[in-house]
């Protein structure tokens, strides 16, 4: 049986954490009638817990855009398309075929800009009948279960993110410098911030290929089993993540079938130690 969270009665919301540590399923309150009392709350609870599922919401476009608004300023990657008819609503579609799809992994959205986004929202429009999950991994464990002569040593190191896997990567700001373990403004921890090779290139400091085998290190030891969440498709679920805090992938192993999602996201601060 899932373990209920114990918090402010006052908000009526349900929370009963998915894992030991990672997701939390967020229930009682239909999505528009939350109050600003529990739009915090829903705040606090994916801080700490890096995601949040809402099962059955079945919200419209226009309400997801609104909730997201609620939790700060909406935004898209840059020079991507939406293809939603929405400005900053992106649809997210992929069939995996006989040999998939290609994906760059586990990743944290929109890394390469000065302001990554905070949270990222999928709204579940068409599903698989089989597979089509996405997965989740908590960035705090992975910072927790460095040791300290490493947490030491990344304490004032940067990464180099770019672009990659934009429409129009032209459109994209230039390189951004973000540091290695970023501190949540929330919960006051630290996570490790790090993403695939394609985006994450390089340690300051360090020769090129010093900095591959540092970062790629650091990315494995963020992929642990033990610090995931694996969250299975229904038509009308909302699920919403930290990416201060939590790595994303999806998994392909839906054959031909369709799978469709709207993805909203907002601002977040600028990633500090």
């Known amino acids: 049986m899932a373990e209920a969270l114990d918090y402010s009665a006052s908000s009526k919301l349900d929370a009963e954490l998915l894992t030991g540590h990672t997701g939390v399923c967020i ?3 239909p999505i ?6 529990q739009v915090e709350e829903v705040r606090r609870l994916v801080s700490e817990y890096c995601v949040g599922v809402f099962p059955a919401q079945h919200i419209t476009t226009d309400q997801q855009l609104a909730f997201i608004g609620r939790l700060g300023k ?4 840059p020079g991507q398309e939406m293809r939603t008819g929405y400005e900053m609503v992106q649809r997210v579609a992929d069939r995996a075929g006989p040999s998939g799809p290609v994906s760059g992994g586990f990743h944290t959205d929109t890394c390469f800009i000065e302001r990554p986004p905070s949270f990222s929202s999928l709204s579940a429009i068409e599903i698989p009948d089989h597979g089509g999950d996405t997965m989740f991994c908590n960035q705090y464990l992975a910072y927790d279960t460095l040791s300290d002569v ?3 040593w990344l304490e004032d190191m940067r990464f180099k993110h770019v672009v990659s896997g934009t429409d129009r990567p032209e459109e994209c700001p230039d390189p951004v410098w973000h540091p290695a373990v970023r501190t949540h403004p929330v919960t006051g921890r630290k996570a490790l911030y790090v993403t695939f090779a394609a985006r994450c290139v390089e340690a300051e400091g360090m020769t090129p290929q010093e900095g591959r085998n540092l970062i ?13 969440y694996r969250h299975r ?8 993540w930290d990416n201060r805090c939590a790595l994303h992938a999806a998994v392909y192993d839906h054959g031909d079938q369709s799978r469709v999602l709207y993805r909203v996201m907002c601002e977040g601060e600028k990633p500090y130690i």
């Open 27 to 29: 229930t009682g309150v």
């Open 32 to 37: 528009p009638d939350m109050t600003d009392e």
């Open 74 to 77: 909406v935004i898209a990657t």
């Open 150 to 152: 490493m947490k030491n």
């Open 216 to 228: 790629d290190f650091l990315y494995a030891h963020s992929l642990k089993y033990h610090a995931m």
């Open 233 to 240: 498709w229904r038509v009308g679920d909302f699920v919403m």
